[in-house]
């Protein structure tokens, strides 16, 4: 089954996408190709050559794609002619963390909002007038999802969600944040949850006072607080440290014990602590998305890592995400470029203490620690941005900087910013390729900025950091708001750049997986948020997770097909022995 999807916001009256489609509107008998006032159509039975003059439509605005034929009848939903569709569901289930695992852009708020009951299903029948849930129930299985469908047409479910962007919470709720949490108060669990998410002294503050963290675990709270049958946590990770992870994990488990959990997650090595099941979504990002059933968790995240799906067939990516163990990585390091040795800083009540430590040439260093410890003002200070109060450093670099939350700067199309910050240099070499279109920023050229979702926000921001001629490069929380996929392909960009180039970089990072595959060796940060910090290092990978995982209270262990990090349950044999021999970050 061909199909047309036709990405409306690369459409636009005005575009060169529109233009192009325009100028063959009706030239063939059938009508294959047409154009109303400012939209545009391609016709499913449209004949073979306007279909090729449909797939070379210009800007990437329509995808003509084949479709697996095994899907026959599962279309759950359609939005219009050339809109997105969406095949099968995720199954919200009782006594189990069930995890949502794939790109952005495939269906899954879509199918949120069906199993919320507020989209009813149309079946692919995007011009029916009204749609039956009956209609749908009759085309399923019996089973969890058919019970639980039914459950919605009978007697409607509540749901309570935590949304994707929390940034954007400030500007539609206002007001402060200990009233907020008592108007949704429905099981009377106020004191509780803000203990255990540590937001009691923040309860008196106004919302657009928090730092993304404490937002984060606000808007949690909040979810959690409310009187729900099925409970969904988009994104619960972004922003949050991973003491502050762990504390939410363990939260989410005692959810499931009583209420249906949902749980879409791009840290895999969160997602693997947190979920007995998970559904991979594939297909094409704007075009189709496809849940499979859900498997358990391991197989699933190693079928996602190597990228083909055996149940269905699948390749959902050309190479396997590989990562090495400490004796495959290369230890041997370039000349050093920059040194540094007792710097202190005071900001407020904060103070900031390091020991001696030396970024290489061609070195990237991870930067791990609790949230408000630091991390940010020390790469400011080796930045020269700040000054410290005391401590030497031998050199101001020439530095490129990727701040924590990135904004749109400029306002026109992606190609204009790009030109604008990087001259001709990123259309074309090494720097297009393994930068540019591993992040898929070559797909976002003609949209707009202010259009863009934080993930593809993201990765404009992370190529522009790159790009930019500089000796140190400094990215603060690259793999927020990426999907899992582009985390790893960001991580891979970073190493390359910085390599080739024979570069230096400070990745600041709380994701375990990405700054397992992007860093050389680690500067490690202790003490306590808002309070005290004090970084030590750069160690070598192995000795500085012991050190930093140490702090956190929890041991990893290798996957032994995929070479992943995987955290082991505390108090499990292997924690135990772990933990006896010092070993938090586990080598084979
Ligand atoms: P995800 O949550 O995985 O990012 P979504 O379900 O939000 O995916 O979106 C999947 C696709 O459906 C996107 O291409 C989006 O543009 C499209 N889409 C979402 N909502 C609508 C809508 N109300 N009308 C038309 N298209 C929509
Ligand atoms: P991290 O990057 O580890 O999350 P930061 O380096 O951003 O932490 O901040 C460390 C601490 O310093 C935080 O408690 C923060 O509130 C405080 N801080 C940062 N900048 C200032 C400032 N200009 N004035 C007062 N306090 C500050
Ligand atoms: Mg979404």
Redesign the pocket.
């Known amino acids: 089954m061909k199909i047309a999807v036709l990405?409306?916001?690369r459409c636009k009256p005005k575009s060169e996408a529109f233009a192009y489609l325009s100028r063959y509107a009706g030239t063939c008998g059938s009508e294959c190709i047409q154009v109303h006032e400012d939209k545009c159509k391609i016709l499913e039975t449209a004949c073979p050559p306007c279909l090729i003059r449909a797939k070379l439509c210009p800007g990437d605005a329509v995808k003509i794609i084949n479709l697996p034929e095994e899907l026959g009848t599962d279309m759950i939903h359609r939005?219009?002619l050339n809109?997105?569709r969406?095949f099968r569901l995720p199954t919200p289930s009782k006594d189990s963390v069930v995890g949502i695992l794939?790109?952005?852009?495939?269906?899954?708020?879509?199918?949120?909002?069906i199993l919320s009951g507020t989209?009813i299903p149309n079946l692919g029948d995007w011009e029916a007038e009204e749609c039956m849930w009956e209609d749908v129930i009759k085309t399923l299985p019996r089973g969890e999802l058919r019970d639980f469908l039914t459950l919605i047409s009978d007697e409607g479910v509540e749901i309570s969600v935590k949304p994707?962007y929390i940034d954007k919470l400030p500007k539609v709720i206002q007001g402060e944040v200990g009233e907020l949490l008592k108007g949704v108060d429905e099981r009377n669990l106020l004191e509780e949850m803000c203990e255990r998410l540590e937001i009691t002294h923040l309860l008196k503050r106004n919302l657009p006072q928090l730092s993304g963290g404490e937002l984060q675990r606000v808007a949690i709270c909040a979810t959690v607080l409310k009187e729900a049958d099925v409970y969904l946590f988009?994104e619960p990770s972004s922003y949050l440290d991973i003491h502050e992870r762990m504390r939410i994990v363990k939260l989410i488990q005692e959810l499931s014990e009583t209420k249906r959990v949902l749980v879409?997650e791009h840290d895999l090595a969160i997602l693997d602590v947190l979920c007995d099941l998970v559904h991979i979504?594939y297909g094409d990002?704007?075009?189709f998305?496809i849940f499979t059933p859900p498997r358990t968790t391991r197989t699933a995240i190693n079928a996602y890592l190597d990228g083909y799906l055996p149940e269905q067939n699948v390749r959902i990516r050309d190479k396997p995400i590989k990562f090495q163990t400490h004796t495959e990585r290369n230890t041997e390091r370039g000349i050093p470029y920059l040194e540094w040795g007792n710097l202190e800083k005071k900001l407020g009540n904060f103070s900031l203490k390091t020991g001696e430590g030396k970024i290489h040439r061609s070195e990237v260093v991870g930067v791990v620690g609790a949230n408000g410890i630091g991390k940010s003002t020390l790469v400011k200070i080796l930045a020269g941005e700040h000054e410290a109060d005391n401590g030497w450093i031998t050199e101001e670099a020439k530095i490129s900087y990727k701040k924590q939350h990135v904004e749109a700067d400029y306002e026109g199309t992606v190609r204009e910013w790009l030109d604008i910050e990087l001259g001709a240099r990123w259309r074309q070499g090494d720097f297009n390729v393994n930068v540019v279109k591993a992040l898929g920023v070559d797909k976002l050229l003609e949209q707009v900025t202010t259009t863009l979702?934080g993930g593809e926000l993201q990765a404009v921001s992370i190529v522009i950091c790159l790009g930019r001629d500089a000796d140190l490069y400094l990215l603060d929380e690259p793999s927020a708001h990426l999907d899992a996929n582009a985390r790893m392909e960001a991580a891979k960009a970073i190493r390359r750049t910085i390599q080739s180039n024979e570069k230096s970089a400070f990745i600041i990072d709380h994701d375990v997986y990405f700054i397992d595959i992007v860093s050389d060796s680690l500067l490690v940060f202790e003490g306590k948020g808002g309070v005290e910090g004090l970084a030590k290092g750069p160690y070598n990978l192995r000795k500085g997770m012991n050190k930093f995982l140490a702090t956190v209270d929890i041991t990893f262990r290798r996957d032994h097909d995929t070479k992943r990090p995987r955290i082991n349950k505390l108090g499990s044999r292997k924690d135990r022995e772990q933990r006896a021999k010092g070993e938090y970050f586990y080598t084979e």
């Open positions: 990405i409306e916001e939005y219009s809109g997105f969406l794939g790109p952005n852009g495939m269906g899954k708020s879509t199918a949120i909002n989209i994707q988009d879409i979504v990002k704007g075009a998305g979702s």
